[in-house]
């Protein structure tokens, strides 16, 4: 418990340090520095809370509730990026944080959940990972057509706003009927009314944690992101591969922490819940969201994406198919997982 309250205190101090940094206009690397370590930090927080509601609830009331609020820093990243003009950033770190969840996050939660099963096997329940790559195909036809659209430059090219604004109220559409049958899965879980174990966070403060960590997480991404322009700039990166890979990550640190910390547990159900939720979210939910919120913005977001990035989507959602559509993966699948997302890192820092 003091341990806890000890890094509890500790994050509080690095969330504290990274808003004194960016109100007094200190220098934009190190504000940059401290505003991602506060959401790792944040992320750690959630991950607590997280755990303490899912032995109320069953592991798909539990991964939604993680994911909406974990997915959160991402959608306030996206949104502040848009407002200051940063499309270019704003478009890779959506794409690079489904694909960060659904290669690296999903690849490191199978390898460590695999290390905790005897015969080296990491097993969940099948419905998940499979409606998840229903969802994220059918987010992937209408990219690849306005894609293909694009390149060719056909008339429909000429309407790429129109198009992505219907695109991404079907996109809605679909994941509301999807999320009303999935949460109804979990009914059949008796909630757990058990004394909380000394030491073990109750039910209230796990609420209240996700409560003040969402919004903190929230106002760190701001910060982050005003950071990013000149501290990318001093340090020489591009800005695809800042979206793409550091953006992706930080902005997704809840899943990081949440899906391998629960998967190195034995909590397999719950970490596929947490990872494959937050895949599916960002793909139907965040993504088309913030098309549809961009209409009201000066820089509008749409689906059209570069070839690169679109066939590393389509490729994603078969790998993630292929490997966990059975209900059981094991250790090599996630490290062939980590591999994908590593070349496609290196292919965007060339680029």
């Not at 879980?189 to 000394?198: G, R």
Request: aromatic letters at 8%.
């Amino acid at each position: 418990m003091s341990r806890r309250n000890g890094v509890l205190a500790g994050v509080l101090v690095v969330t504290v340090a990274a808003g004194v940094l960016h109100f007094a206009d200190a220098e934009p690397v190190a504000t940059f520095v401290v505003a991602a370590v506060a959401l790792a930090g944040l992320a750690w927080v959630i991950s607590i809370a997280t755990e303490a509601i899912g032995e109320r609830f069953g592991p798909a009331i539990t991964g939604v509730l993680q994911s909406t609020l974990g997915n959160l820093p991402e959608l306030f990243i996206v949104l502040f990026a848009l407002s200051a003009g940063e499309v270019v950033v704003a478009k890779t770190s959506i794409v690079g944080s489904l694909l960060a969840n659904a290669l690296l996050v999903l690849g490191l939660a199978i390898v460590a959940g695999s290390q905790t099963s005897r015969d080296g096997f990491m097993r969940f329940q099948r419905r998940l990972p499979n409606d998840t790559a229903t969802l994220l195909m059918l987010a992937v036809f209408i990219i690849v057509m306005l894609g293909l659209s694009d390149t060719v430059g056909d008339r429909a090219s000429e309407h790429q706003v129109e198009i992505s604004a219907i695109g991404a109220v079907c996109l809605l559409a679909v994941y509301g009927a999807w999320l009303w049958g999935y949460l109804r899965s979990d009914r059949a879980v008796e909630p757990a009314m058990e004394a909380t174990p000394h030491g073990r966070l109750g039910f209230a403060p796990a609420i209240v944690l996700l409560a003040v960590a969402g919004v903190s997480a929230a106002l760190v991404s701001d910060w982050f992101v005003d950071a990013l322009d000149p501290a990318v700039e001093a340090l020489g990166i591009s800005k695809a591969f800042t979206g793409l890979v550091i953006v992706a990550i930080v902005g997704n640190a809840v899943e990081n922490v949440v899906g391998i910390t629960l998967a190195a547990k034995g909590q397999s159900d719950l970490a596929i819940s947490v990872v494959k939720n937050s895949v599916a979210q960002i793909a139907v939910f965040v993504f088309p969201a913030l098309v549809l919120l961009s209409l009201f913005l000066e820089h509008r977001l749409t689906f059209v994406l570069g070839p690169v990035y679109i066939g590393a989507l389509l490729l994603t959602a078969l790998a993630m198919w292929q490997i966990t559509g059975d209900g059981e993966a094991f250790a090599f699948e996630g490290w062939a997982l980590v591999a994908l997302y590593v070349i496609l890192a290196v292919l965007t820092w060339f680029e």
